[in-house]
């Protein structure tokens, strides 16, 4: 039987072939390229649809590679030449908020901040949120295990996954998890499924634990800092502090150009670095200033304070301001807090010495940076050489004990920098891993691990 008619089968209307939207679902917001045009997209709307696609994927020995928004910035949703695209854009129900337990039951391809919208309505709220959240599915982000601005406060998505609802390579459908808060029942399936970028199963559904909504008066402050040293000392100053804020960001002085000249906001660019942070709570003021002192002892040179989040504006614009200056690759890595000055001054040096620009921001608290090397023109030929140099700067990350990946995963584009940073027997040891929930090799292959 012809293999789209066998797949379109109990499958009418959610089967696309048109080549404008085999096309649309083919890339995702990275810089990685499409192979060739994809057999099919699978548009589900159930579990079982999505549990059928896998069957016949299996059967046909198709590829399939698995799509919430688009957003990846890491290549993993990319399509392959004649495989399968699972889209689970149009699962996007939230099934029940059980405020009570602090839960929410959630179809994966609910945009991230219509849970938090939701929760909202309950006093709570849903903690992580990637500067994507408005755009982003929440299978996506456990897929990626994204991590956001008030991940330095509440963790990262892992953190805030109670359970999920996982369709396997070979069409079977398992629950992992539990509604409780303790639970030590069997290997915990949920963290393994968390970040594993589509590679393991199809994420169809989850529970997702939800968190009171910090109650009291927003924060925010601004510190100028003369080198990045001295603002990498304050951000490890504070979070050793008991003074954690609900969102801790940092630009460097190109970075902070950049910005500027898009939306002037009054930053300061006399400075190497600023950093940015913002308190939500009943004692905010208090916690404001506290943080601004120990910025001032790590040696800043100007700090204000705000009620509200005027003084985020610059960093929530960074990225566009970024993009808007022209073309450039950004990477994503992570350095343990107390390497973050180190990192921002590896990365002072990388620039002077390949004389380019390279602007970068961080997740701070979190020691999560955004480096973006900036290319001068559109040859095959500028982007293998911000290839070339981003790959300096992630080989820094490894020897300052960081990671190639804090949030964005590895899926096609660092792919091949996986082994720089996992020894051969715990690569192996992934592969077994992989082996044994997908023998036959379909789900997002050649990616992620
Ligand atoms: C402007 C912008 C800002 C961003 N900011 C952040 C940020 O602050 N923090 C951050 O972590 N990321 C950020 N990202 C990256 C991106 O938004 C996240 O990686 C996000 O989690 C991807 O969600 P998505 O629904 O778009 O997934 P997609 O891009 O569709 O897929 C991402 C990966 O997850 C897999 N996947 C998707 N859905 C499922 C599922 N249901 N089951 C199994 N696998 C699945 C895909 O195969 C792929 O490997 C940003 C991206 C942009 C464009």
């Not at 939207?21 to 699978?42: N, T, W």
């Not at 951000?235 to 969102?247: I, L, R």
């Not at 990671?403 to 082994?419: A, N, Q, R, W, Y």
């Amino acid at each position: 039987m012809n293999t789209i008619k066998e797949l379109t089968e109990g499958l009418e209307g959610r089967i696309l072939t048109d080549p404008y939207q085999l096309l649309h679902y083919s890339s995702d917001a990275s810089r990685a390229v499409p192979e060739g045009l994809p057999l099919a997209v699978l548009a589900a709307r159930s579990t079982e649809e999505v549990a059928a696609g896998v069957r016949w994927a299996a059967r046909n020995n198709v590829h399939v590679s698995v799509r919430g928004a688009g957003t990846g910035l890491a290549g993993g949703a990319v399509a392959y030449p004649q495989g399968l695209v699972i889209s689970l854009a149009e699962m996007d129900k939230i099934l029940s908020i059980d405020p009570g337990n602090r839960l929410a039951e959630v179809q994966a391809g609910v945009i991230t901040a219509d849970i938090d919208a939701a929760a909202a309505e309950h006093g709570l709220m849903y903690a992580p949120d990637p500067a994507s959240y408005r755009q982003s599915t929440i299978g996506g982000n456990i897929a990626t295990n994204a991590g956001g601005l008030r991940c330095v406060k509440y963790g990262v998505t892992t953190d805030s996954v109670a359970g999920l609802e996982v369709v396997l390579a070979d069409g079977e459908i398992i629950r992992t998890g539990s509604k409780t808060r303790k639970n030590v029942v069997g290997y915990d399936l949920t963290s393994l499924f968390v970040g594993s970028e589509g590679t393991l199963g199809i994420v169809t559904s989850a529970i997702v634990r939800l968190k009171p909504r910090p109650a009291g008066t927003a924060v925010t402050f601004r510190a100028t800092f003369p080198t990045v040293a001295a603002a990498g000392r304050a951000v490890t100053s504070m979070m050793n502090s008991p003074v954690v804020p609900d969102v801790m960001e940092l630009m460097d002085r190109a970075s902070v150009e950049i910005v500027e000249k898009f939306h002037p906001t009054g930053l300061s660019t006399d400075g190497a670095a600023i950093l940015v942070g913002q308190f939500i709570s009943l004692t905010s003021e208090q916690d404001a200033e506290f943080a601004a002192r120990l910025c001032e002892e790590a040696g800043a040179t100007n700090v204000e304070q705000a009620e509200g989040d005027v003084l985020l504006e610059a960093r929530r614009v960074s990225g566009k301001a970024l993009d808007a200056r022209g073309l450039r690759a950004s990477c994503d890595v992570a350095v343990p807090i107390a390497r973050l000055g180190d990192m921002f001054e590896a990365l002072e040096r990388i620039s002077a010495e390949e004389n380019v620009a390279i602007p970068t921001f961080a997740h701070a608290g979190d020691g999560n940076l955004h480096p973006s090397v900036v290319i001068t023109d559109e040859s095959a030929e500028a982007y293998a050489e911000a290839e070339r140099i981003l790959d300096l700067i992630t080989d820094q990350a490894l020897r300052l004990g960081g990671t190639i990946s804090g949030e964005h995963g590895v899926g096609s584009l660092k792919f091949g920098s996986l082994t720089k940073q996992l020894d051969p027997a715990s690569h192996a040891a992934h592969l077994r891993i992989k082996k044994a929930f997908d023998p036959q090799g379909i789900l997002t292959p050649g990616r992620g691990v």
